[in-house]
């Protein structure tokens, strides 16, 4: 088995893993050590990672970088949180490579998040995984010709008891596509989560207010994006 992950890289040398507190979703405010692997399958207009996927835009070569599980256990251990969030681009482009880090830090006591899009299947990691942060793309994510949901992935999630689906929320149309997709696909109302779209403070203020009135109607829980509210769109934090 290939045991080398492709991450971000911070600096040269550097892949992006670096602890900070959980900033969305359902743990948010968990201290936690965030390992940012790249590539991704779909193209998200607002994406505040587009240096993991956007060749077009910026230069692979210095963005991206190999490294093996081994070292990425370690540079986790060195650092304080007990839980793990995997991120992206789209972690679960590289399942496979992903098992034995994931199995090495349940081994000793790690607790791990996930966040993907909902499009692939967990596999070989569905049973190594505390939580899974299912994000749906909406059309207003601008993914034009590309598969964004897949009901049968979404309800293989839905089964996993650790799951939350969170829809990142731009206009008021989105909050029924999101209601309309959740029902499709079976997504207990208790787990879905809308969330402003948002890369300053400004922006996540002016549809915070009516975001939440609408979780309170239908039942939904509301999140914000702390690590914007704290430090504002920096990487690494």
């Known amino acids: 088995m290939d045991t080398r992950l492709l991450l971000s890289r911070m600096a040269p040398g550097e892949p992006e893993v670096f602890a900070s507190v959980q900033g969305e979703g359902a743990s948010a405010g968990e201290p936690s050590t965030f390992v940012r692997l790249a590539g991704c399958n779909l193209r998200c207009s607002w994406c505040d990672t587009a240096y993991t996927w956007d060749w077009d835009h910026y230069d692979r070569a210095t ?42 830090l349940k081994q000793t006591g790690f607790r791990i998040e996930v966040e993907t899009n909902g499009t692939v299947r967990p596999g070989p990691l569905a049973a190594l995984i505390d939580q899974w942060n299912v ?5 207003s994510s601008g993914n034009a010709g590309l598969q964004t949901i897949k009901p049968a992935v979404l309800r293989e999630f839905a089964g996993e008891a650790g799951t939350f689906f969170k829809f990142v929320i731009s206009e008021p149309a989105d909050v029924d596509e999101a209601a309309a997709i959740a029902g499709r696909a079976g997504l207990p109302t208790s787990r879905v989560i809308l969330m402003p779209e948002g890369r300053t403070a ?4 002016q549809r915070s207010a009516w975001i939440a009135e609408e979780c309170t109607r239908r039942g939904y ?13 920096r990487r690494g934090v």
């Not at 829980?221 to 769109?233: A, E, K, P, Q, V």
């Open 135 to 139: 994000s749906p793309k909406l059309k």
């Open 221 to 233: 829980r509301f999140s914000s994006r702390l690590h914007i509210l704290i430090w504002g769109d």
């Open 202 to 205: 400004a922006e996540l203020g």
């Open 63 to 104: 963005q991206v970088m190999e490294l093996d599980w081994r070292d990425a256990f370690g540079r986790i251990s060195a650092l304080p949180p007990r839980s793990v969030v995997i991120t992206g681009g789209e972690p679960l482009l590289q399942r496979r490579q992903l098992v034995p880090l994931a199995t090495a």
